[in-house]
Each structure stands twice: as C-alpha cells, then as structure tokens.
C-alpha cells in the first residue's frame, strides 16, 4: 500500500488513501463505540478517498519526463 506522504519525503509517485478521511473515518468510529455501540456491530470501512501525488522534483533529479496527461490527473503536484 502507498500513502501519498511517500512523494512528500521524495518518493517520485504515490497513489494511496487519504490520511486524513482515514483518520476521520476512524474518529466516527469511536464516537460509536463510545457511545454504547459494540465493536462487533459496527461494519467494516474501507478508505473513500484516494490521492495521487507526482514529486517532479524527483522527477527532474532522475531525468524522468512525466507526461502532461498525468500531472492533470494528479491530485497534487509537487514542484
């Protein structure tokens, strides 16, 4: 699994769930549990939201060209 803060620190690409709706999805989840509901009857989540990352610095340091068509459909362009 790739998170999209590995193109933060310097990775080239990422395409992975967004850390944040995870960790906000997981806060709806205590509330429940703190609330009474059992673990057991709660469903299982998986992530909603995606996000691809391009780091062009990486990009330019290894003398990689990345495509116009896939920095538009990036989420985030790192430059």
């Known amino acids: ?3 999209p803060v590995f193109a ?9 769930p967004d850390l944040l709706s995870m960790f906000r999805q997981t806060a709806s989840l205590m509330t429940k549990i703190l609330q009474g509901t059992r673990p057991g009857e709660i469903a299982i989540e998986r992530p909603t939201r995606f996000e691809m990352v391009i780091n062009m610095k990486t990009a ?8 116009q068509s896939l ?7 790192i430059e």
Do not use: E, N, Q
């Open 8 to 16: 933060d620190d310097g990775g080239l690409m990422a395409y992975g």
């Open 71 to 77: 920095r538009l459909r990036a989420d985030r362009v």
């Open 60 to 67: 330019k340091a290894l003398g990689i060209t990345i495509p």
């Open 1 to 3: 699994m790739s998170f």
